[in-house]
């Protein structure tokens, strides 16, 4: 795994040191809820848009950075950490309420940067201008939920926006010079390889700086749950072994310079219908290490410009 551009190194490289990141809930919803665009969610999302792992949101900013620190203290000491908006869709707020919630995230010493998870189609000028203002304080990643590339497939799982207000996005961000982090899921119905690698290589033509490499998971309450319970729609589940190779090739093809935040994620057990050998997420990275350790695994080794 040292041929790989991973998070952990890339945070010791500009904090010195280990970095953690505390997942909190700023109390929003999305506009694929309440009826903006949609009012059923992305077909996988869960109850919890995403951010189940995130602490409670009755509670303060302040009191949930106390409580999500508390969840990590027997992995850090003297650590830093990162404020990490996780839940549903965190720009999707009044600039003035953003405004509150987002500095009272950076306002502890220990914390070193902001991460924000959001939809490409959920800002404007005063949101732009305000995450600048931010990042000339403290480090703002923002993470995109794009997924797929394919419009069949995002049309399927309710994306519900098209590349064009990615891209648009995408360079509203850098020209603000905010950190740019791509979500991107493996194992969605019909796509394969191929699909999974144009995905990537377009990936690689934009100046984003980090990417989300996340398993499919089915989980419980979900529209998707409902789809792969319907045996008539021959939805293809990954086992683990095709998950390390479709992952393996995604890294091989990958701009070097991007980070890796992620090689795959755990839903929630209690929630978790399949893929089941995702629960398991010790073994499940000790596979992928050795997989990548025993094929030559490396960032970009078949990365060329313009592929």
């Keep these: 795994m040292e041929q790989i551009n991973r998070l952990n190194d890339y945070y010791k490289r500009t904090f010195g040191s280990k970095v953690y990141k505390l997942s909190l809930n700023g109390g929003m919803t999305c506009p694929n809820r309440d009826g903006t665009i949609d009012n059923r969610g992305c077909l996988f999302c869960s109850r919890g848009g995403s951010g189940d792992f995130a602490t409670d ?33 965190n ?8 405004r509150r919630i987002y500095f009272e995230a950076i306002a502890p010493e220990d ?13 404007n000028d005063e949101k732009y201008s305000l995450l600048s203002e931010i990042n000339k304080i403290k480090p703002v990643y923002v993470e995109l939920g794009l997924q797929t590339i394919h419009q069949k497939t995002a049309d399927f799982i309710r994306r519900g926006y098209d590349l064009s207000v990615f891209e648009k996005a995408v360079a509203s961000l850098l020209a603000i010079n905010v ?12 796509e394969g390889l191929k699909e999974i690698l144009e995905t990537i290589n377009y990936i690689n ?44 090739e995604c890294v091989n093809h990958l ?9 795959t994620g755990d839903g929630p057990k209690k929630d978790l219908i399949a893929p089941l050998w ?9 596979y992928i290490n050795k997989y990548f350790k025993d094929n030559n695994i490396v960032q970009g080794r078949k990365y060329s410009n313009g592929s």
């Design 91 to 98: 720009t999707y707020a009044s600039p003035d309420y953003l």
């Design 111 to 123: 914390i070193v940067g902001l991460s924000i998870g959001t939809r490409p189609d959920c800002f």
């Design 57 to 89: 949101p009755s509670l303060s900013i302040t009191a949930q950075i106390d409580k999500a620190r508390e969840k990590v203290s027997r992995k850090i000491k003297y650590g830093k950490y990162i404020s990490y908006f996780q839940a549903f869709t």
């Design 255 to 263: 701009r070097p310079d991007i980070v890796v935040h992620r090689l």
């Design 278 to 286: 995702s629960a398991d997420k010790k073994r499940v990275l000790n």
């Design 179 to 190: 950190n740019i982090v791509v979500h991107v899921i493996i194992g969605l119905p019909d």
């Design 205 to 248: 033509s934009l100046p984003v700086n980090g990417i989300k490499l996340q398993l499919l998971h089915i989980l419980r309450d979900t529209d998707l749950a409902e789809y792969y319970l319907d045996k008539s729609n021959n939805f293809h589940l990954l086992s683990l072994e095709e998950y390390a190779y479709i992952l393996g």
